[in-house]
């Protein structure tokens, strides 16, 4: 692959992957190629029964800076359609595992809506997000007028995409934007616990919580907890939900084999 990097076993640990996104020299825009190569890594991982979490990053200048102006400037609407530069966007939301970005830098429109189409966004101290389609004369694309509001709030919402402003680590995480935020040398070693913690719960109920999680932003509340309490009843299907209460009463540790 020549705009990712693909590192499993990550840490020596089968369990988890790390995909880097690696566009150095444009702060990791996301050309169609970089989204493809990801959604085929990321289906390469989701097909492989040992992995079980996975940890997406760029380097410390950015995660990425959007998606590639050189790439879209000529571009007519038609082209955008024919080209099926959205299919890769759509695709992301097939993968069942848990994703974690680990934001350095920018996360600036498609990198924003990318690292908030993730699971679970982390991010150093020097990390900026912002929505600045509007500072280049187009809108967000792909969920960020969606995503971000769902996560921050109208007002302040508005706020970043009305202005393409970027806002701090700091901020992100006071708004409620990423879940924690970290000096820039430990950012990738607490991805690393958060992803591994993950991949000692059971494999099954980890899938089943991400969907059911995810059900709260498509459903109305109480058809998400009718969804919600269908995917509990379909863990006692499985042998780790077994595993795991008799490990809790016999006062040992769980031994969860993903079935
Ligand atoms: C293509 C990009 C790029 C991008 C940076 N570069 N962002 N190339 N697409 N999104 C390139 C620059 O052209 C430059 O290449 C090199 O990366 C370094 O960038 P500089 O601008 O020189 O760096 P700096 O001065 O440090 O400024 C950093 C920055 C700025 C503030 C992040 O690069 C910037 O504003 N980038 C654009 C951010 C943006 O508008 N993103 C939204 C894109 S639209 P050269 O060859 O000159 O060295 C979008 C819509 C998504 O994402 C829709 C859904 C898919």
Redesign the pocket.
């Known amino acids: 692959m020549e705009n990712i990097i693909v590192e499993h076993p990550y840490n020596g640990d089968k369990h988890v992957a790390l995909i880097r996104l690696n566009r150095p020299?444009?702060?990791n825009?996301?050309s169609t190629e970089l989204?493809q190569e990801l959604v085929e890594a990321l289906f390469d991982l989701e097909d492989n029964d040992v992995v079980r979490s996975i940890i997406l990053t760029g380097n410390e200048?950015?995660f990425?800076?959007?998606?590639?102006?050189?790439?879209?400037v000529e571009a007519t609407p038609i082209d955008q359609i024919t080209d099926n530069?959205?299919r890769s966007?759509q695709q992301l939301a097939m993968i069942t595992k848990p994703i974690i970005a680990a934001v350095n830098g920018?996360a600036?429109?498609?990198?924003c809506?990318l690292a908030m189409s993730c699971d679970i966004m982390i991010a150093s101290d020097s990390a900026k997000f912002?929505?600045?389609?509007i500072?280049?004369g187009?809108t967000?694309?792909?969920g960020?007028t969606q995503r971000l509001t769902r996560a921050i709030g109208k007002s302040k919402a508005m706020m970043m995409v009305l202005t393409?402003e970027?806002i701090d680590a700091k901020t992100a995480y006071d708004w409620g934007l990423v879940a924690k935020v970290t000096p820039v040398k430990t950012l990738l070693q607490e991805a690393y616990e958060l992803a591994k913690t993950i991949a000692n719960r059971a494999p099954v109920a980890v899938r089943l919580c991400k969907e059911s999680v995810n059900k709260a932003y498509e459903m109305s509340q109480s058809d998400a907890i009718d969804f919600e309490r269908r995917n509990f009843y379909l863990t006692f299907a499985s042998r780790d939900q077994k595993e795991g209460m008799r490990a809790f009463l016999e006062k040992r540790e769980p031994e969860y084999k993903g079935d």
């Open positions: 020299k444009v702060l825009a996301l989204m200048q950015a990425a800076a959007g998606a590639d102006i050189a790439q879209m530069r959205f966007w920018y600036l429109g498609g990198g809506e912002g929505q600045p389609e500072k280049i187009t967000p694309g792909a960020g393409g970027m």
